[in-house]
């Protein structure tokens, strides 16, 4: 690190106690100090090197304007030799033409090897740089063609065009741009040249135009006698003497009495200049510089020569400068104003937005507000106790029939859990099963019975499903509780009723079951007793009439005690054997069934002991009982048949038994109509066995029950249960 410290120091001392070099530039002037073509090209010159740090500017002026003889050229030769003999430039910039002249002529006398770049160059040609070896500059070219479309433009009621100009080597160079554009505006207007007047002849034809005559001016610096004037002294003179637009080819005649017009311009002359000497400063070779050909002239007008001849510039005329305007704070801050403009109309579009963002979201609010008030009172209108937790179990909300039912106000339940109103180990079992459904984003129907204090127990289905955020995370459960309390004391009130609709049948079936062994009784008494009088009673016949007498009761005390089991109802789900069942049941009604003259027919499809069944034994039983006895009463009722057959089956999750019979079939347009309550075809039924058999096996054990004709020959019952707990 110290080492890195050490050469970034010496590094830094050698950079500031080593400064680039200086450089000389040296600006020769064709013209005199005072002239405002060249004060303006010195001035932009100045501004862009004068003020650089290790850049030294030096101007000579060879005053051309006035002293152009051979003589005089010479002279300034010598003078240009002694005073810089000891000089070595770097750039030498050389303005219009007599100071390119004077270089190219002694370019490798005083100037060799340095760069030339030259500026205000009329006429150029590559003759005019024969002699430099390292040169690059700007074009100046004024443009008539342009001029004359332009005054054309602004007046288009214009009678004559009058172009003064002089006999110099510009004016000659520019008269053949004129000549060569005239023929083009034949017909148009007349145009007018003159050169070779003195300036009381130059008055006399300005003061011939017409009000709808307009005069170019070219340059006038000495007229034919020999006189010599200042570029604003003759212009100046011509204005005086007459009220007709002026026209000029150079932006130095603005503000002393021109239009304007399209512009030569000095200063972006030597801007353009000033940008070729920073790349030759650079570094940069000034023959790889493209030469700027194109003269960067541009649209100037005066504002008060403008107003005077209550002149507007034409609307083609798109893009120009404009001085001596008054001011005007829009156009001083055009662009701020504008800036401004467009920034307030973004606020204003940003705050309109806005606005309306917060009109639509009051809007919205205010619709949610009440969709939330119009839900709440549903909720509360709805009997059913509502409730949702969060994923915590904490209840977040609740209808007014679930805080009744806890005897709590809706806002006392919120935050708490089932751990408030249960027993720990039961709320934590409740708790368990709600984070199995989150886990797995489900739904479940189940029964509960439910605990209150001071309340009598009360049974629901919970209708539980998670919802979710609109993010998609899990958000928690909701519950619907449908209190089915009395629905089910009234469904085991019909399910009790349908069992006494039974007894009949039942007790009829008692009878056939008690007459056998009353029989047997019977023949035992009078055995015993023919025993006795014959006097053959022992003991061992005696403990022999003892036992048989016993095995006929205990045979009718076991029907009366199958009896009994069968009334009394089922008070919670268990796993039971449906083949027991079919035969406890075949008990009590089979010995009917065999002496009615049927044909009972039981097969078991699968090889094994056990037919599970996860539900209510004795409802089950009930139901077994219904079916067959409603396929003996119509075997016995039609008369076609002889025959019920019971069949037993089961798969992996469900026990099946069919009851199939011979006694033909049910008409089509009531079997769909036999589960129905109160539905019945016997003069004596109450419509409430199937009814009640289809609320057993499908509502209170989740099981099917199903009917089908078997063609016209009979009729198939399919009970189909659950084999296990779910």
């Not at 009058?162 to 207007?189: C, F, M, S, V, W």
């Not at 979710?468 to 449908?482: A, E, K, L, P, Q």
Request: with cysteine; aromatic share 12%; glycine share 4%.
């Amino acid at each position: 690190m110290k080492k890195i410290l050490f050469f970034l120091c010496l590094f830094a001392t050698f950079v500031f106690a080593n400064p680039s070099p200086p450089k000389d530039i040296l600006l020769i002037q064709s013209y005199h100090k005072g002239y405002k073509w060249s004060d303006a090209i010195s001035s932009v010159i100045e501004q862009n090197f004068s003020e650089k740090e290790n850049i030294f500017l030096s101007t000579v002026y060879m005053d051309t304007k006035r002293n152009d003889t051979s003589s005089y050229l010479q002279t300034f030769y010598a003078y240009y030799k002694e005073r810089f003999k000891h000089y070595k430039f770097d750039v030498v910039i050389v303005a219009d033409n007599a100071a390119l002249d004077f270089v190219r002529e002694h370019y490798h006398e005083l100037f060799e090897a340095i760069p030339v770049v030259f500026l205000g160059i009329n006429n150029f040609e590559p003759s005019l740089i024969l002699n430099i070896d390292l040169v690059s500059g700007v074009v100046e070219n004024v443009d008539i063609e342009k001029n004359i479309d332009l005054i054309l433009a602004n007046q288009p009621r214009l009678d004559k065009i009058l172009i003064i100009n002089e006999r110099t080597t510009t004016g000659e160079a520019i008269k053949h741009q004129i000549d060569a554009i005239l023929p083009r505006y034949e017909g148009k207007t007349t145009i007018e040249y003159i050169d070779s007047m003195d300036m009381e002849e130059i008055e006399q034809k300005t003061r011939e135009l017409s009000p709808n005559s307009a005069i170019l001016w070219v340059l006038l610096y000495k007229d034919k006698t020999g006189k010599f004037f200042t570029y604003k002294e003759n212009l100046q003179q011509i204005r005086k003497i007459t009220n007709i637009p002026i026209y000029g080819l150079w932006d130095f005649y603005l503000d002393d009495g021109i239009v304007g017009g399209f512009l030569t311009s000095a200063t972006a002359q030597a801007q353009a200049a000033s940008k070729i000497v920073k790349q030759i400063l650079a570094g940069k070779n000034p023959n790889q510089i493209p030469i700027i050909e194109t003269s960067p002239n541009r649209y100037i007008f005066d504002y008060k020569e403008l107003l005077e001849h209550r002149l507007k510039i034409a609307p083609e005329i798109k893009y120009y400068e404009m001085i001596n305007k008054p001011f005007s704070f829009y156009e001083e801050y055009k662009h701020y104003i504008w800036l401004f403009a467009a920034l307030l109309s973004a606020i204003s579009m940003v705050v309109l937005f806005l606005t309306q963002n917060v009109r639509m979201r009051r809007q919205s609010e205010l619709a949610l507000k009440n969709q939330l008030e119009f839900i709440r009172v549903l909720l509360d209108t709805i009997p059913n106790p509502i409730y949702y937790t969060n994923v915590k179990g904490e209840y977040i909300g609740t209808n007014q029939s679930f805080a009744t039912l806890y005897d709590q106000s809706k806002e006392e339940i919120l935050g708490k859990t089932v751990f408030d109103f249960f027993p720990h180990d039961w709320a934590t079992e409740r708790r368990k099963n709600d984070l199995d459904l989150l886990a797995n984003k489900g739904a479940e129907t189940f029964e509960l019975t439910l605990h209150f204090p001071k309340k009598r127990p009360r049974v629901f289905v919970l209708n539980k499903a998670v919802y979710s955020n609109i993010d998609g995370s899990v958000g928690g459960i909701v519950c619907v509780m449908d209190d089915i309390t009395e629905r089910t004391q009234h469904q085991q009130f019909l399910i009790q009723q349908s069992k006494l609709t039974e007894m009949g049948e039942m007790i009829a079936g008692v009878a056939h079951q008690w007459n056998e062994p009353l029989v047997e009784l019977s023949a035992i008494m009078q055995d015993m007793e023919f025993c006795f009088n014959q006097g053959e009673m022992d003991q061992p016949k005696m403990k022999a009439f003892v036992h048989d007498s016993i095995v006929q009761i205990q045979y009718m005390s076991q029907t009366l005690k199958d009896f009994r089991n069968f009334l009394k109802p089922s008070t919670k789900k268990t796993l039971f054997c449906a083949k027991k069942a079919l035969l406890e049941v075949l008990e009590i009604i089979g010995r009917q069934i065999f002496y009615a003259h049927i044909e009972l027919k039981v097969e078991y499809r699968k090889d094994t002991k056990s037919y599970p069944v996860y539900g209510y034994e004795n409802e089950f039983k009930q139901v077994l009982l219904n079916i067959i006895n409603n396929a003996k009463n119509k075997l016995l009722k039609t008369r076609k048949g002889e025959r019920i057959q019971i069949a037993l089956d089961q798969d992996a999750s469900s026990t099946k038994l069919i009851v199939s019979d011979d006694g033909g079939s049910i008409p089509e347009k009531i079997i769909g109509f036999i589960f129905d309550p109160y539905f019945t075809t016997s003069k004596n039924g109450t419509g409430l066995g199937l009814y009640m058999a289809k609320m057993i096996i499908e509502d209170k054990m989740g099981g099917s029950i199903r009917v089908h004709n078997l063609g016209t020959q009979g009729v198939e019952f399919t009970l189909s249960v659950p084999n296990n707990v779910a």
